[in-house]
Structure formats: C-alpha cells, structure tokens
C-alpha cells in the first residue's frame, strides 16, 4: 500500500512538473508535430485493420444471438452502432495503442534515461519532463481521438460490409437502424473516453521510462509496465466515465 501511495505521489508531482519552465515555443511546436506523427499516422493502419473486423465480428455475432423473427434485422446496426460509439472504438482502440504507442514511449524515454540524456538535459537547465513528456501527452489528447473518430466510422463500416457479403441484410437496413438510436451524446462520451485515455496511455507511458532505473533489460521491463498500468488504469477509468455520465 505504501509502494502506491509512493508511485501516486511521484506521478502527480511528474505530471506537475511538465508545466514548469516551458521551452522556447518554435522548439515545442516541432517536437509536438514529430510525436503526432509517430502516434497519429504511425497508429493508422493497426486500428484500421482493428476497427473494420471488430465492427465486422460484432455484427456475426449479434445477428447469431438474435434469431428469433420477431425481432428485426435493422435491431443488429442500432445494437453495433451503439456498441461502437460507445464502448468498442474508444476502449478496444486505446488498449491496443496502449500496447504500441505506450511501450514504445516507455523504451524510448527509459533508453534516453539509461544513457544520461535526460540528465544532460538537466545540466543544460532544461525542464527534461517538460521537453519529453509535454508534446507527447499534447499530441495524443490531439491524435487519439482522431484514431477513434476513424475507428467508429469503420467499425460501422465494418458491419455494413459484413452484414452485405455474408447477405445477413441490406446495408440501408443497418443504416436505418444506426440513425433510429443515435444520440449526439454517445459521441460526447466516446470523445470524453478518447481524452481521458490518450492522457493515461502518453503519461504514465512517460512517467514509467523517466524513472527507469539500471541498464537495457530494466527498459524493456518499463516498457512492460507502462502497457500493464495503462490497461488496468484505461479500465477503471472506462467504468467511472460510464458511470458519470450514463
């Protein structure tokens, strides 16, 4: 319990830190654009190919849950266009960019600590978690919910097109079922998700290689901590944002 309370305390005051000292602007600026680069276009085609066959999957499995005939077929777009917006795009979305873009923040973080870059940087009186951790955590609030706008449109696209080949339904009676249901709000919810999430995957990616400690093989293990803690803590914050606002 006091290992927690300790690697709570230290996260916040890391977070904190980021905030003090900022660097010239045109230096930010740059550094922001190149990691929206690595977490936005990098992340394109893994959730690409996610999104289309989840969204196909969860519409063989719906349509082979409901078979009764007194229930219609247009009941499989309103049940996986809600599912999409509401949970799939944005957590299935962000636990795989977990994977990929957190440990990949992780490695190169804790490899720049293990090799005495950052205190360089410290010697040289830059804010070090300001200048690695800052245009990280503002290019994925700015890229991931990007990826998840994507990934809910070809989620549904997905399921139109797996509805069409296998000839379960039309696709403008899985259409006419996703707009009876939607709601503008299940986007402000799965927009809020992609926030809250793209902040917990960039943070605590960036928190768990600035405090590496030892050699290359304490790197790959911060690496695994940071996907580790970013899916328990995307979870639990999925349950509390599904709670407050639903």
Known sequence: MNKLFFEL??????????????????????????????????????????????????????????VSPLIPKKVIGTIVSDSSLLEFAPTITCLVLAGKV??????????????EQIDALEVMGINSSGFL?????????????????????????????????????????????????????TVSVSMTKALVFAFIITSMSTYEGYFTEGGALEVGEAGTRAVTRSCVLILFADFIIAKLML
């Open 9 to 66: 305390g230290r996260y916040i005051l890391f977070v904190r830190s980021m905030f003090f000292k900022p660097e010239r602007f045109k230096v930010f600026f740059e550094r922001t654009i190149h990691e929206m680069n690595n977490i936005g276009v990098g992340s394109f085609g893994i959730v690409t190919i996610i999104s289309v066959f989840v969204g196909a999957v969860t519409t063989l499995q719906t349509a082979y849950q409901l």
């Open 133 to 185: 951790g800052l245009p990280k955590i503002i290019a994925g609030v700015i890229m991931i919910p990007c990826l998840i706008i994507v990934a809910n449109f070809l989620m549904i696209s997905g399921g139109i097109l797996a509805a069409r080949m296998t000839d379960l339904m039309p696709p403008n009676e899985f259409i006419q079922g996703a707009r009876e249901t939607f709601k503008l709000f």
């Open 102 to 115: 957190g440990a990949n923040i992780a490695s190169e973080v804790g490899n720049m600590r293990v090799t």
